[in-house]
């Protein structure tokens, strides 16, 4: 078996930007035909960096292996066309403003009026309905709503960013799981359905250890900078040189932990008897492991520890982990040809299905790159 998962899906991709254009290239990677609809301008991310020979490197990444067609969606003919394309497709994918598309003649109820089997996928910044469900929403603003920032960051300084556009990949995430789910259910029923996906409740839904404090504990969760909420030893420390993680959750492996870091009578310690004893004295662990530390560097403490069969690890940059043994083994990268930058890496979906290859990826393509191909398909 070498047949893609899903060879012979047929999306069509009115996304752009971040998070639809991210879902539609998870399902790309798997062997779905995307066929993007892009205004004129094009997507958005045409015109963001970071630029490599006036390509854009965002949108090689979050485009890679679709087709493009430009269509002016508010023109009669550019419309007909659109509606030709969804009434041929299995997905559609969407990402505009709530009712936008509806004001097009393009929306959910009207699609699927034409096409039943459609599955129709609404991807926004608060969903289709709710109090905010008309507020803009980026990356920044979600994270500061939705209780993440408040999460992040050292407890003594301001809340702080996550350093990557995690509402956006939550929302592509989990739009990519939605459709999924609904195509299984035509399977059985042969009808489509209409798919509301929110960031806000995407970003929301993944922080399920800060959901169980609130709504089981009533807890009021606070930052804790770069230690565990719950757990000690369980956080970064500083070597002599260089910085380095532990992660040390129960007791048998705080025994093993006392004795590498040549501290065997923190085992009988009555401060650090459970987890959540060990939690509440951190500050005098993270003394020891300092004092432990400090004549070796970040990857002599790791080995150490290592050895010990303790989970630990240097830290390393996004550079040194994207360009890793690890990274290139498991197939996270791979090359494609693009026809002005040559050969160049580009991501990859993380799931491996047996028998199923990696790579043998298209690029992202130019605007309207296959706007004739795709038409002339459409005669046919």
């Not at 008309?134 to 996550?162: F, H, K, N």
């Not at 509402?167 to 035509?186: H, K, N, P």
Request: charged share 20%.
């Amino acid at each position: 078996m070498t047949s893609q998962p899903l060879s012979g899906l047929r999306v069509l991709d009115f996304t752009r930007v971040l998070a639809g254009p991210y879902a539609t290239a998870l399902l790309a990677d798997l062997g779905a035909e995307i066929i993007k609809v892009e205004g004129p301008g094009g997507d958005e991310y045409r015109h963001i960096g970071p630029f490599r020979d006036g390509e854009s490197a965002l949108f090689q990444t979050a485009n890679r292996g679709k087709r493009s067609i430009l269509l002016d969606l508010k023109d009669p003919a550019d419309r007909d066309v659109a509606l030709a394309l969804a009434d041929r497709a299995d997905v559609v994918v969407e990402n505009f403003r709530p009712g936008v598309m509806a004001r097009l003649g393009l929306g959910p109820d009207q699609l699927r009026a034409r096409n039943p089997r459609l599955v129709y996928a609404s991807i926004s910044g608060f969903g289709q309905s709710g109090p905010n469900h008309e507020r803009p929403a980026y990356d920044i603003i979600l994270q500061a709503m939705s209780g993440m920032m408040a999460l992040t960051g050292d407890p003594d300084a301001a809340p702080m960013m996550v350093g990557e556009a995690v509402a956006d990949v939550a929302g592509g995430l989990f739009a990519a799981w939605g459709i999924m789910t609904a195509l299984y259910e035509r399977e059985r029923t042969g009808q489509g359905r209409e798919i509301d996906v929110a960031l806000f409740d995407a970003l929301a839904s993944m922080m399920p250890t800060a959901a169980a404090r609130v709504l089981v504990c009533g807890q009021d969760p606070v930052r804790s900078g770069n230690r565990h909420a719950l757990s000690a030893p369980f956080g970064t420390y500083p070597a002599g040189q260089g910085h380095f993680a532990v992660a040390v959750l129960n007791d048998r492996l705080f025994a093993r932990f006392a004795a590498a870091i040549d501290r065997p009578e923190l085992i009988d310690d009555p401060r650090f008897a459970t987890d959540a004893d060990r939690r509440l004295n951190e500050p005098a662990l993270a003394e020891a492991i300092t004092t432990w530390a400090a004549d070796l560097d970040a990857e002599g403490a790791v080995a150490a520890l290592s050895a010990a069969g303790i989970p630990a690890a240097p830290l390393s940059t996004a550079r040194e982990a994207w360009t890793s043994d690890q990274v290139m083994a498991r197939g996270l990268v791979s090359a494609v040809d693009h026809p002005q930058l040559g050969r160049i890496d580009l991501p990859e979906q993380p799931v491996h299905f047996a028998g199923a290859p990696r790579g043998m990826r298209r690029p992202a393509p130019g605007l309207d790159e296959h706007g004739a191909q795709i038409r002339a398909e459409l005669e046919s």
